[in-house]
């Protein structure tokens, strides 16, 4: 994931290890009061709050991210679980569904992150290759001889894709993390796969978010385990 290499070099301090990079593109779920599963307003939420008929209304509706035909979707990006709409998890969300786009979760030993990528800017033909790959191939030039006197070929070393633009989009303090753990999703007829494995990151207001969606629950348990830097 060329995503790591970008973060380890303009975004992580000096000595701060990164736990796990997770895709933060596409949909997301919510079972979160006062809002629909798709994230918006529920419409009367407060007006029924205000008479005492509150609580968490919680659903996943079949069909509620669009679309009906059977086993065609895949699995949502994560799945966002509160008790009030304005709940920690919720807004970490929120402030993705606010940027969209090409965006990853970053968890470190000091803080929780959405990191925003983008490509590199196209850098113009004749000048071609990063600065550290034009002085390798200087370099090879060099060393191929030079003056009257036949040189043999010097093989020239490219230092292979630059890697993407990061920028974070938002920052928060490891200490928003309570724990974490794999949870099990059975997700309606419309997806590919029914039964989903989520990373589960339990934050400190008692709001969760699910997200790194896979089939295999080994690979929730893995997070997990460099949730804790025990991978």
């Known amino acids: 994931m060329i995503e790591v290499v970008a973060l380890r070099q303009s975004w992580a301090q000096s000595g701060e290890p990164i736990c796990w990079v997770i895709d933060a593109q596409g949909k997301y779920l919510f079972e979160v009061a006062g809002r629909d599963a798709t994230g918006n307003p529920k419409k009367g939420f407060a ?10 209304l919680l659903e996943i509706a079949d069909g509620a991210l669009g679309g009906s035909e059977a086993n065609h979707r895949d699995a949502p990006a994560g799945v966002v679980v509160g008790g009030q709409p304005d709940c920690a998890a919720a807004s970490l969300v929120d402030v993705y569904r606010q940027h ?3 965006a990853v979760w970053v968890l470190s030993d000091r803080r929780m992150a959405l990191v925003g990528v983008s490509d590199p800017e196209e850098t113009p033909a004749a000048e071609t290759g990063s ?3 034009r002085a390798r191939r200087m370099g090879a030039g060099l060393l ?3 003056g009257d006197e036949p040189a043999e070929l010097a093989e020239v070393v490219d230092d292979g894709p ?3 633009v990061v920028r974070s989009l938002g920052e928060w303090p490891r200490s928003v993390v309570a724990a974490c753990d794999v949870a099990t999703r059975n997700l309606g007829r419309e ?3 029914g039964k989903t494995h989520y990373l589960k990151i339990q934050l400190a207001d ?3 978010l699910e997200i790194g969606p896979s089939v295999a629950e080994d690979d929730g348990r893995r997070l997990v385990a460099m949730s804790y830097g025990r991978a």
């Not at 007006?47 to 968490?56: F, N, T, Y």
């Open 47 to 56: 007006s029924r709050v205000a008479g005492g008929v509150g609580g968490a």
């Open 100 to 102: 969209g786009g090409r």
């Open 131 to 133: 600065l550290f790959s």
């Open 144 to 146: 191929s001889g030079g």
């Open 162 to 164: 630059v890697p993407p």
């Open 191 to 193: 997806y590919k796969a």
């Open 206 to 208: 008692g709001s969760a």
